[in-house]
């Protein structure tokens, strides 16, 4: 299948072989992007003789849509129930909140209909591969690109952990209720998006370093997906209808391409890491989350920017393998102990599973850096934009692009750019800036 030239239905239910000599494939089903396409669903559900619904939302998408689709089943002669998430503040992602879920499943439900957009799909999405019920999602905000992933990220523990899982077997996006998502949802869609570039940046320089499995089609796929998105900035602002059901299609596509490899890599690097860090440090202090596309076009800027330092700056590798050499393990633990509270154990648990900060791994990995270091500079400037083309898109559809804008001190960038790639064993810029001893130093920009 030609990735540049498609259409997106041309991906549900398939599986292919690839020139990287894998086997994608997606299990979806049924993806419905239009005007009035929630109409639709009673005719899907009895096309797969699905007989007792669970439709599952919050006091926010229940009066938006949830309600509308109740109304929709109950017309057909559907046997339906809601569930309603009431809170008071945002929904948080965490073991309460699955628990709560899983409480009002009755054992007669064969399908989920979650209503919503991010925290509610990915509690939805976990679930549901847990009790192995399917689930459709009916999405009221292009917010981010979860709709078609096969992960789902919580916070347990208190550490924000990504979980494998099944995709949705239907998605249904009405663009007539999409496109009237508060602008700050609408935002946080393309800030999702632009940190696509900086993961590309990461996924392609980790191959060339570890040798890491990379795929140039599930690539162009996920660059077909920022076209899709950044190709009409002014539509979106406008709420046009077709730029935004190309913001609704971006986001689908870019999470068909995490099904493809089966993890997050083709979309998430180190601007998810800070994202992931600031919300954890959010949660501790008490203080309300920031829709999770937003944080990370913030994070994509602070990313490109590093990448851009890093690309006029003379290495020493001399300097590097001493810095590799004066790794202390007990100071890092000391650190991390520090800086991630609660959560600070598993984070403990990942560096002793995965060793990636340890001498050994360190010093191979700067040889390999050393090799292939105009590789790497000719990888970034070939994949990242100019920071300040990307600030650009954001300023236009009024997205926020410094940290401060939504309550992230000076003090937690600094920490994120430092610790955040603790939070996964996935090599991206901020390890490279590790690796050369240069972490600390760029961490002030």
């Excluded at 709709?147 to 523990?157: E, G, Q, R």
């Excluded at 949660?283 to 913030?298: C, N």
């Excluded at 040889?367 to 100019?386: A, L, R, V």
Aim: with cysteine; net charge negative.
């Amino acid at each position: 299948m030609d990735f540049k030239t498609f259409k997106i239905e041309d991906f549900l239910n398939k599986s292919f072989k690839c020139n990287c000599n894998k086997v994608h494939r997606t299990s979806i089903e049924e993806i419905l992007i239009g005007e009035n396409v929630t109409l639709e669903l009673p005719k899907l559900i009895n096309k797969y003789g699905y007989k007792n619904i669970l439709i599952v939302s919050d006091s926010n998408t229940y009066k938006v849509l949830g309600e509308t689709v109740e109304k929709i089943l109950k017309d057909s002669q559907i046997s339906c129930t809601s569930y309603v998430f009431e809170e008071t503040n945002q929904l948080v992602p965490d073991e309460q909140a699955v628990g709560r879920l899983l409480t009002n499943i009755d054992d007669n439900i064969d399908l989920m209909i979650t209503v919503g957009s991010g925290t509610l799909n990915d509690l939805s999405k976990f679930v549901s591969y847990k009790i192995h019920i399917p689930y459709f999602i009916v999405a009221t905000a292009p917010s981010m690109d979860g709709y078609a992933s096969t992960v789902s990220p919580l916070i347990v523990n208190n550490l924000k952990t990504t979980y494998e899982v099944n995709s949705p077997k239907a998605i249904i996006a009405d663009i007539n209720i999409i496109k009237k998502a508060p602008m700050e949802m609408i935002t946080a869609g393309l800030g999702d998006i632009l940190g696509k570039y900086t993961c590309l940046c990461d996924w392609k320089i980790s191959s060339i370093i570890n040798d890491e499995y990379y795929c140039e089609s599930v690539v162009d796929l996920v660059k077909e997906s920022i076209h899709r998105c950044v190709k009409d900035i002014d539509g979106i602002k406008n709420r046009d209808t077709i730029a935004i059901k190309n913001l609704t299609e971006g986001l689908i596509l870019s999470g068909i391409a995490m099904s493809f490899v089966g993890n997050s890599r083709p979309a998430s690097g180190a601007e998810h890491h800070l994202s992931h860090y600031w919300e954890m440090m959010f949660l501790f202090q008490g203080k309300e989350a920031v829709l999770h596309g937003t944080k990370v076009g913030i994070a994509t800027l602070i990313i490109a920017k590093l990448y851009e330092m890093l690309t006029n700056t003379n290495l020493d590798f001399d300097k590097a393998l001493k810095h590799a050499e004066e790794f202390d393990y007990n100071d890092w633990v000391k650190n991390i102990k520090q800086k991630y509270k609660h959560a600070a154990n598993d984070v403990i648990k990942l560096e002793q599973k995965t060793n990636k900060n340890s001498k050994e791994e360190h010093k191979i990995r700067i040889q390999k850096i050393n090799q292939n270091w105009d590789e790497i500079i000719d990888t970034i400037k070939d994949i990242i934009p100019p920071t300040e083309e990307l600030k650009a898109m954001l300023l236009k559809v009024g997205a926020p692009i410094t940290p401060n804008q939504v309550e992230v001190d000076s003090t937690t960038v600094s920490d994120s750019i430092k610790i955040a790639k603790e939070l996964r064993a996935r090599y991206t810029v901020l390890q490279l800036l590790w690796d050369v001893g240069l972490l600390d130093e760029f961490a002030s920009i």
